[in-house]
């Protein structure tokens, strides 16, 4: 497997379509220790990305190289306090003081001081638009400008202000940046290219300061995935369907695969010292000198190019979206570095050239630096640093809440479990050799050890010093995906998994499935009823009661909404049961079902989770907020009351009647005043 060169095709010819070679993508990959790995093997010329094993499930605290600079964050909203992955880096920038700024899935934006490894976040509570940015810029005057999925929002260094599209933006999700060579800026976005003459929008008239641009206009695609300024002042515009356009300020000139071009979705564009246009494409990397394309693909599979940047030696560096690493190429040699060789990741988003001529890289697991030389210096791992932040959970989908004897909360996410005291966070890896599965559920068992139930990956113990992993070799369930654990009053834990529940009782594994009387495999939800019976909560069909000899089955469209699943269940103070479902939530008091949806008061009728809280009352997490009901009056709170992310996907109670909710974008905390 190597990198392959398409023979030079002049201007109008067909571009011949190659496979290229990396492996698929996985939305589930390890964290990377944050250290500075060594090497496994020195990089050679032509190589092919390379997957890399992650760590085993042994305790290891993400650390930055010194310890960040704590950030004070303003309190918009008293009694709320939130926590998030800024981690998963989207893009870099450095500044005119040489700090470097990233931009994160859902972690806000970081200023990073390359000096000492500090750093100072940036969320919504301090101005941003939102806590997802996909893109930044610098403008001539210094000011930063974030791209995020609710606008754009410039940052002076004191000051925030936010553009949206009710001042002029083509559209809210903004995808990338450039500036031109008159100090305008080009924001990409999915509706169209957007120019703004850096004045405010204070001025007279407001609309003037805003152009926008689409495929009416000449434009390849509506969907602007990068924007580049050529030598000759000219924009260049990838689009993620339709090709790449060039405006020269007056005529619009569109390539696509029949001039040469790789593919139609470019992601990345840049040029290089020679002058040359290099465009990532997810089939591969085009370069184009004005006249002759030239492509450049990997044999076997997708490439998905992230990012390009130039180095000032003048070789071109790529990112690869899929578990591929980097690559440098200096015009002849292509030169591969993964995870083994010391990146903190093997999916890279984004790449920064510093003042001083270092590789920054930014990744799924954190912010990598690349001094430069060759990784056959030595010692060779010294050649790498990882930067990360340490002040919040593993990733920012947070499906799993439990709070441990000593009183930790612990959350689980995709990228491993992470345990927070109060004061420091410290995160595992759930992994088998070199896969990480995400954690879906927590459980407290009566000694005190906390199990984890993995999508894929079975079930972990953890006993505060060594981990235990049980798989189906073990005599788990046909399914390594597991949903949900509940200890129940004997001590045994129960599983529901993709193929019927397990009942573990330290010993002896015992599987129950649809060929028991189970009303169907997949389950999603366990809770255990005052009388000792155990409720199952399944996808796509109905609910089942065992009460240790006999099942019994509730019947959706019945019983419960129609045409739903049921995703969680809770026993409430009074005995009574509640299911939530994808149609609202019902309640069961042994004898008469009722059901609440959103026009009864419930945020959303999607409801992900529930917990009752120390006052008696239920919470109950939905795709639109979280909602409080205590038997009379129901109460939402959403992202404008302080609640880091609308999709409350886990709920738990702290001993001090705090709140904790995990979600799609983050953990947040809250505290009901007296």
Known sequence: MKLKKVVPMNYGLLQTTLAVLVVLILLVTAC??????????EPTSLPAPTSTPTSPPAPTATATPVPPTPTPVPDPHPGWTSYTDANYV??????????????????GVVRWDPADGTYTRYTVNDGLADNSVYSIAVAPDGALWFGTGKGISRFDGETWTTYTADDGLADNFVASIAVAPDGALWFGTREGVSRFDGETLRAEPQGEAWTTYTTDDGLAGNDVLSIAVAPDGALWFGASDGGVSRFDGEAWTTYTTDDGLA????????VALDGALWFGIWEGISRFDGETWTTYTIEGSTTEVASIAVAPDGALWFAWLRRGGVSRFDGETWTTYTAADGLASDIVTSIAVAPDGALWFGTQGGVSRFDGETLRA??????????????????????AIAVAPDGALWFGAWRGASRFDGETWTTYPTAHGRHQYPVSCIAV???GALWFGTKGGGVFRFDGEAWTSYTTDDGLGRSGDVRSIVVAPDGALWFGTGWGVSRFDGETWTTYTEDDGLVNNPTWSIAVAPDGALWFGTFGSDV???DGETWTTHTIGVDLPAHSYVGSIAVAPDGALWFGTGKGVSRFDGETWTTYTADDGLADNSVLSIAVASDGALWFGTGGGVSRFDGEAWTTFITDDGLVSNSVLSIAVASDGALWFGTGGGVSRYLPPD
Not at 34 to 40: A, L, R, W
Not at 90 to 107: E, H, I, K, P, Q
Not at 378 to 399: H, I, K, L, R, S
């Open 90 to 107: 989207f893009d870099m920038v450095f500044d005119r003081d040489g700090n470097l700024w990233t931009a994160s899935a859902g972690g």
């Open 378 to 399: 030595e010692p060779q791992g010294e050649a790498w640093t990882t930067y990360a932040t340490t002040d919040g959970p593993a990733a920012n989908d947070v499906g």
């Open 445 to 447: 068992a009566p000694d």
């Open 263 to 270: 593919g139609r979705g470019v992601s990345s564009i840049v």
């Open 32 to 41: 990377a220790p944050i250290s500075t790995p060594t090497s496994t093997a």
């Open 544 to 546: 089942s009661r065992f």
